[in-house]
């Protein structure tokens, strides 16, 4: 038994040296867009942009370090909306778009290549969640005469806004990526990579319960790993 133990502390002990832990900084521009499960809009949805910024924690695993799980604590800029322009028996166009603004807090597994020159190339899959502390937006009809009315700049969290819609205090995705490190010097590496984020929960209240309206992101994420 104390051998067994023996062992395993030494093979715990190999695998820790070979393991190393790293953080830092990213940046990522993104492109937003609704995914819709309802007949109450068009099927066509309008694109946005969004931005992310925050800390990015890294924990490689394993001797090779082919495994690595990363963190990050985001803040998360995003504008999303939808259309109505079939779908009224007055004749009006309708357009609702929300400026949202989230903490959110993605955790993945990144399966690494081993180091080929200064890049590592990888892999990832895993889930984000998000707190929404802001959201703000507007709410547009356009009548027959092409006359425009509404409100802008409204607060969507208020169950009672003019557009007849709130928006949802969180947010839950699965993301997948890919990309590279590059070994910039010793300590110190680029991490750029793509990722896209497929939305699981709903991010809009319309009232109805057939109405299921969630978040897909898309984007480049750039980080310094130290």
């Known amino acids: 038994m104390k051998k067994v133990l023996l062992l395993a502390l030494l093979l715990g002990s190999f695998a820790l040296q070979a393991q190393q832990f790293r953080y830092g900084f ?7 867009v609704v995914v819709l499960e309802s007949d109450l809009y068009d099927a066509t949805v309008p694109t946005y942009s969004g931005f992310q910024y925050g800390l990015i924690f890294d924990q490689t695993i394993g001797k090779g370090e082919y495994l690595a799980l990363t963190a990050g604590f985001n803040l998360n800029y995003t504008e999303c909306g939808m259309l109505s322009t079939d779908n009224n028996a007055q004749g009006d166009d309708k357009e609702w778009a929300v400026r949202a603004r989230y903490i959110e807090i993605p ?28 959201a703000v937006g507007d709410y547009i009809e356009t009548n027959e005469a092409g006359q425009q009315y509404g409100d802008r700049d409204m607060d969507y969290f208020e169950k009672d806004n003019s557009g007849g819609i709130t928006y949802l205090p969180s947010n839950a995705g699965l993301q997948l990526g890919f ?12 991490l750029i990579g793509f990722f896209h984020q497929r939305g699981l929960v709903s991010v809009y ?3 109805h319960e057939k109405s299921d309206i969630s978040l897909n992101q898309t984007g480049l994420r750039i980080a310094g790993l130290f």
């Open 179 to 190: 990309g590279t490190e590059v070994r910039i010097s010793d300590g110190a590496s680029l």
């Open 26 to 32: 990213s940046i990522a521009p993104a492109r937003n």
């Open 107 to 134: 955790l993945t597994l990144r399966l690494r290549t081993p180091e080929i020159g200064s890049f590592v190339f990888y892999g990832e899959g895993g889930a984000a969640w998000g707190k929404c502390i802001r």
């Open 205 to 207: 209240d319309d009232n």
